[in-house]
């Protein structure tokens, strides 16, 4: 089904264009200078659309000279206003910008007032050409909709044609939609639910995937190469980001290779594949080991997902940094690599399973150092899960799924969370890791 096409600025999202890549600024958008310097940045590493978060009303003039400054450099990126917990910042920004971003979870906390609020929204946004986009959070589905469906991928389908109601009601049709889990299983279910529910109602929306949380290194990589893939591979999809908690430019390679890959410009380096009952043995001839590593999770991702396979087994080789051929059978790096599949498609788990955004401007400490010692020092807790979160504005609610949760409040003092309860506030950053692991061991010792 080709979904209708979205203008953001010069871009057009849908339809039959390319797969869009996009990425996330996580400099504080009050900072014009750095955030400028990254936008720049993001830009030549190839970044479609450049996104900042918005979370006071005084930062609208700062995406604003922000803006102003990348045009008079002939920077055309359109930019996106990440905004929460405010329909007024966000009809401010929709001004602006060319792309807004809301949540349906905390647009508005009153529904009937959100719709007001929405309809003022899209009538700004009518007047200045600027796109929506309505992206919905599996841990932010808020209280109405949780109480009627639950914590679930139906409740998150149901939420977001709730709004495309509105869309429609409003006749407004410059709309993306994202339905984004930390939870790989769920965040493609939702998305698979919406697209056979836009298709049986002929709303043809074009759709942003992307894992929230995922992490970083390897274990973030695979993590959303397996979840955009597997929807990517049903053709569902239009924009994608893959939010990695390191430098926002990194994760562009990423979503480059999956834009790629299914826009049929690139192919996976698998050069055979035997099937014994439901175990998969592939060997692959990879140009490198970055390579290796997002073939084989888009190669296997949602077979597993999907539970047509239970094992892999990888083989062959891939070229290192020197020109040497790898030789895969038999390796650790082989078993690392389907231990790290396995685990990203939620069918086995080798080690804890962390939940970390990718840090933005609202984010108040140093989220790429804390959430490495916190793994870390976590490593040896097999199948727990535990969330790493930049700010206490979304934190609680997007680690929904999270045992414990270490969240930034500011002013170098962060909550210590189990589950969804917090456990102690305003605990000093330099002591918030040890009080984490201390209630992690004090819970152990209480269960045995």
């Known amino acids: 089904m080709n979904s209708r096409e979205v203008k953001a600025g010069n871009v057009i999202i849908g339809g039959d264009k390319p797969i869009v890549v996009q990425t996330m600024c996580n400099t504080h958008t009050s900072d014009v200078e750095a955030s400028v310097a990254q936008c720049i940045d993001l830009y030549n590493a190839g970044a479609e659309l450049i996104r900042l978060t918005v979370p006071s009303m005084g930062q609208v003039d700062s995406i604003r000279e922000i803006r102003s400054r990348l045009r008079e450099m002939g920077i055309d990126t359109p930019l996106v206003a990440d905004v929460h917990f405010s329909s007024d910042i966000a009809i401010a920004c929709a001004e602006v910008v060319e792309k807004v971003r809301i949540n349906p979870g905390n647009f508005h906390k009153d529904h009937e007032k959100a719709k007001e609020q929405f309809a003022k929204l899209v009538e700004v946004c009518k007047e200045h050409g600027t796109a929506i986009r309505i992206g919905l959070n599996h841990g932010s589905l808020g209280d109405r909709i949780t109480n009627l469906y639950g914590n679930t991928p139906l409740a998150m389908k149901e939420a977001v044609m709730e709004w495309l109601e509105m869309c429609v009601e409003n006749d407004f049709y410059n709309v993306v939609v994202s339905l984004k889990a930390s939870n790989t299983f769920v ?82 380096s698998m050069s055979n594949i035997t099937i014994q009952g439901k175990k998969a043995i592939a060997e692959y001839h990879a140009p490198s080991k970055e390579r290796l590593l997002l073939d084989a999770a888009c190669d296997f991702g949602k077979r597993l997902l999907d539970k047509e396979l239970d094992e ?137």
């Open 187 to 268: 965040m493609v279910e939702a998305y698979r639910l919406l697209f056979n529910e836009m298709r049986e109602k002929g709303m043809a929306f074009p759709l942003h995937l992307g894992v929230t949380e995922a992490g970083n290194g390897d274990s973030g990589r695979i993590k959303s190469a397996v979840g955009i893939s597997a929807l990517l591979s049903e053709g569902i999809g239009n924009t994608i980001r893959v939010s990695l908690t390191e430098n926002p430019a990194n994760e562009i390679p990423v979503a480059q290779y999956l834009s790629d890959r299914y826009g049929r410009r690139l192919y996976s």
């Open 312 to 448: 892999l087994e990888i083989t062959g080789t891939y070229t290192d940094e020197s020109g040497a051929e790898v030789v895969l059978d038999g390796s650790e790096y082989a078993a690392y690599l389907v231990d790290e599949i396995m685990q990203a498609a939620r069918r086995r788990f080798y080690r804890p399973e962390y939940i970390a955004c990718p840090g933005c401007g609202r984010t108040m400490y140093n989220l790429e150092d804390t959430f490495e010692e916190v793994k870390r020092r976590t490593a040896h807790l097999k199948g727990m899960v535990i969330a790493v979160m930049g700010c206490i504005v979304n934190g609680p609610g997007e680690m929904a799924d999270a045992d414990w949760g270490y969240v930034g409040e500011g002013n170098g003092k962060v909550s210590i969370y189990k589950g969804k309860e917090p456990l102690e506030r305003h605990v000093p950053e330099n002591e918030a890791i040890d009080r984490l692991l201390e209630y992690i061991q004090k819970d152990m010792i209480k269960a045995e």
